[in-house]
């Protein structure tokens, strides 16, 4: 059953346990230890898949036209998304379910997104004759997907969340009515494309997402949200077993069976918590990431043939500078511009 919760001004639908401690501090307490137990768990089954991945072939091609440094990573087996996607369902079935219906949202799309960025990633392996799904079929998928979020986080209850709010730092919260839902489609796919461009260095993509889901997680404990608050931090920790394999030189990559995915739930956290105005902020790398694409190809048909960055992505263009910056400094300025940018994002959400 749904129960109305005020969040700040608004009134999103939540789902209210017996299972769960009642005191804040004993949810924040289970939710950081679902996150150690993510990340054990993510650890001990990275290990099988890495191996199953190698003896599978699944290596990634890796494009020409990126820089130079990169083509050591040709082979590297792909779709580490997996082991991810793989610790976070289970650990939500059996900790994060019961009595809170509205796990099944991030679940269903989690689950969604990771099967159509394993069919990409399965197109791209070394020796294939593409890398990876067109981009018109893949579109089309991302927005049948965000189109059913969407759905759910818009439908009042029983069908869904009943959400249609906005809220507005310093100024409250104001109902947009239906324009909620294509705001809701249009940035579920973009955050999910703009993790998935981000994903170009070891880690980076992988850090930022687990920062991020930080700073929603807290958000959601501002506001009462056990399963948001259980779900983010679930994602965090099996984020940070992740990495230990993708930690440079990267012995798996995270593929587009895991950026898809991440960018999607990410995005569908922030609209549960209704502070979806702040994602831009919270993920600012992945916008500049994002952006810095858009630009270059927008200005180089305009120009006909002339660049704004060295190349893109944006972690790219650090690289290919004259004074160009290592991998593993790219990486870790952008983990840190990341950090500020998710405390600024929490910031404004407790005003």
């Known amino acids: 059953m749904i129960e109305q919760s005020t969040v700040g001004q608004l009134n999103l639908g939540v789902l209210v346990t017996s299972v769960m401690p009642t005191d804040p501090n004993q949810n924040m307490a289970v939710s950081l230890a679902l996150a150690s137990l993510a990340f054990l768990v993510t650890v001990l089954i990275g290990r099988p898949i890495v191996t199953l991945l190698r003896v599978k072939k699944a290596g990634k091609q890796i494009r020409k036209e990126g820089p130079a440094s990169h083509i050591v990573k040709m082979g590297v087996p792909t779709m580490g998304g997996i082991m991810v996607s793989t610790t976070v369902v289970i650990l939500t079935v059996v900790f994060n379910l019961a009595g809170r219906l509205s796990m099944l949202l991030p679940i269903g799309i989690l689950l969604a997104s990771a099967i159509l960025g394993a069919l990409d990633d399965r197109q791209s392996f070394v020796g294939a004759k593409q890398h990876g799904m067109s981009a018109r079929r893949k579109i089309l998928w991302q927005t049948g997907i965000a189109a059913v979020a969407g759905l759910i986080l818009y439908l009042p209850d029983p069908y869904g969340l009943g959400l249609h709010h906005i809220y507005v730092p310093f100024r409250g919260s104001y109902s947009i009515g239906i324009l909620y839902l294509p705001i809701a489609i249009l940035t579920i796919i973009a955050m999910s494309n703009a993790v998935n461009i981000t994903d170009g260095l070891d880690s980076l993509a992988g850090g930022l997402s687990a920062i991020a889901f930080v700073a929603y997680g807290v958000i959601a404990y501002q506001q009462g949200q056990v399963g948001v608050v259980t779900f983010s931090f679930t994602m965090v920790g099996s984020l940070l077993g992740f990495l230990w ?32 105005l702040l994602l831009p902020v919270v993920g600012a790398v992945f916008v500049a990431e994002i952006v810095s694409v858009i630009l270059q190809v927008s200005y180089f048909k305009w120009t006909g043939g002339k660049r704004i960055f060295k190349m893109t992505p944006l972690h790219h263009h650090f690289e290919e500078k004259e004074d160009g910056w290592s991998e593993t400094q790219v990486t870790l300025r952008f983990w840190i511009v990341g950090m500020m940018f998710g405390l600024i994002g929490v910031a404004f959400a407790l005003l």
């Open 245 to 276: 394999f993708n930690a440079h030189p990267a012995q798996v990559i995270m593929g587009d069976t895991g950026s898809l995915m991440l960018g999607a739930t990410l995005a569908v956290s922030a609209f549960m918590t209704g502070q979806w």
